[in-house]
C-alpha cells in the first residue's frame, strides 16, 4: 500500500495562515482529495474536498497540482480553535481503497 | 458529527467479553465504513458495508471480529473475546455512495477499553 504522509506537527500563533501539505504519490486516478479536522475525543469533521487545481469554501483552501501527487490544505488566519490534529483521505490506484494520511498534529500559540 | 450517530460513546469490557458497537448511518446514506484508532495514531481501515452486503472486509482481523448492516437498523461491529489489544476507539462513517465527490462523514465513536 503506497504511504500517505504529512508532517507529524506545525505550530503557529493566531492570525497567521498555515499550510499542510499531503503526499499521495500513488493517488486512484478518479477519486477525489479529503481533508478533515479531528480535536481529542471526537470524530474526523469534514473541511474540504477537491480533484484538481484549487477549491476554496468558508473555512480553507484547497490547492491540488496538476500531478495530483500531493495536496495542500490552507487554512488562513487561524485561532486557537484551530488546534487540532488533520488529516487528508485519498484513494489508492493500486487497491482502489481509500486511506488515511499519517495526520498533522497543529498547534496554534496566542 | 451529529448525523452519524454511534452508541454506547464508551464501553467497558472485561477479557474474554463480547462488544457490540452499533452505527445508525445518517439519513439517507447507505454505505457505512468502520475504522479503528489508537491513541495518538491515525485511523485505520477496517470494513465498508453497504444494506445487507459486506463489500470491503480486508482491514479487519480474520478472528472475532465481525460486522453487519441489516436492511433495518444500525450497523453492528461486533468483537468477540475482546483482548487488551482491542482497546481503542472505533469510528463509524456513512456515505450516500461511494467514489466521487460523496465525502464520508463521521460520528464521534466508540471508545473501547478492555479491563
Known amino acids: 500500500l503506497a504511504k500517505t504522509t504529512q508532517p507529524i506537527s506545525m505550530d503557529s500563533y493566531e492570525g497567521q495562515e498555515v499550510n499542510i501539505t499531503c503526499s499521495h504519490n500513488n493517488i486512484a486516478t478518479n477519486d477525489y482529495i479529503t481533508w478533515y479536522q479531528q480535536f481529542p475525543s471526537q470524530g474526523p469533521r469534514f473541511i474540504i474536498q477537491?480533484?484538481?487545481t484549487k477549491v476554496t469554501n468558508e473555512v480553507a483552501s484547497l490547492f491540488i497540482p496538476a500531478d495530483r501527487k500531493s495536496s495542500t490544505l490552507s487554512l488562513p488566519r487561524v485561532s486557537l480553535s484551530d488546534t487540532a490534529v488533520y488529516y487528508c483521505l485519498v484513494g489508492d490506484r493500486d487497491t482502489d481503497k481509500l486511506i488515511f494520511g499519517t495526520g498533522t498534529r497543529l498547534q496554534v500559540f496566542p | 458529527n451529529a448525523g452519524v450517530m454511534q452508541n454506547p460513546r464508551h464501553l467497558v469490557r472485561r477479557r474474554g467479553q463480547e462488544a457490540r458497537l452499533r452505527c445508525s448511518p445518517m439519513k439517507g446514506h447507505s454505505h457505512v465504513y468502520w475504522y479503528r484508532q489508537l491513541p495518538e495514531e491515525g485511523l485505520k481501515f477496517m470494513v465498508y458495508l453497504q444494506k445487507e452486503n459486506i463489500i470491503d472486509e480486508s482491514g479487519m482481523p480474520k478472528e472475532r471480529f465481525s460486522a453487519e448492516f441489516p436492511k433495518e437498523g444500525p450497523s453492528i461491529l461486533r468483537i468477540q473475546q475482546v483482548v487488551r489489544g482491542d482497546s481503542a476507539a472505533y469510528f463509524c462513517a456513512s456515505s450516500p455512495y461511494t467514489g466521487g465527490s460523496q465525502p464520508q462523514h463521521f460520528g464521534d465513536g466508540t471508545r473501547l477499553s478492555i479491563l
Open positions: 477537491g480533484y484538481k
